[in-house]
């Protein structure tokens, strides 16, 4: 990548649209100079004279900007939220935080991930939470302290009155309740 592309990738330069594409390696996107997503790093950019070439290396067409006129069906971009979410639950996510970086707004990730797979991004994200929460309690003596950070909920009430609303029992009664039956 040259000065020149740079400069007209964090400007979003109209001009250079269609002379070539950018694709971000940590995301797994491309696209055109022109769209308004978040500037990438520098270090993590890798520039392609043709959509085509860029999907051809896995990158998948950001969602906002269309590079090449390409669409990214809905149920890819849904795994591409998903896969992110998997990865990151233990951080701290919001709507913003996703729509961000997979490149759409937080209204329209939210209704297509809800559309595709029947429950919104954060609840998505709580039932992943909750059963590795689970998890800790049964096979590891972490305190709720310890496992909240490890869940990326780090905020101990919070992750109590979760915990109580999907499983209807509290973290410890639930720790409790599974030594009991595996003994
Ligand atoms: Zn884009």
Redesign the pocket.
Known sequence: MNNEQWEAIIQNDKNYDDLFFYAVKSTG?F??PS?K?RPPKKENVQIYAAAKEAMQEGFRP?K??K?GGLRLPDEEWVTQIKEYIDDHYNESITLHTLADLC?GSPYHLQRTFKKVLGISPVEYMQKIRISKAKEYLITTNKSLVEIGAAIGMSNIPYFITLFKKVTGITPIQYRKKENISNE
Do not use: D, Q, T, V
Request: proline share 10%; aromatic share 0%.
């Open positions: 996107i696209c055109r769209c997503s950001c906002r900007c590079p490149h």
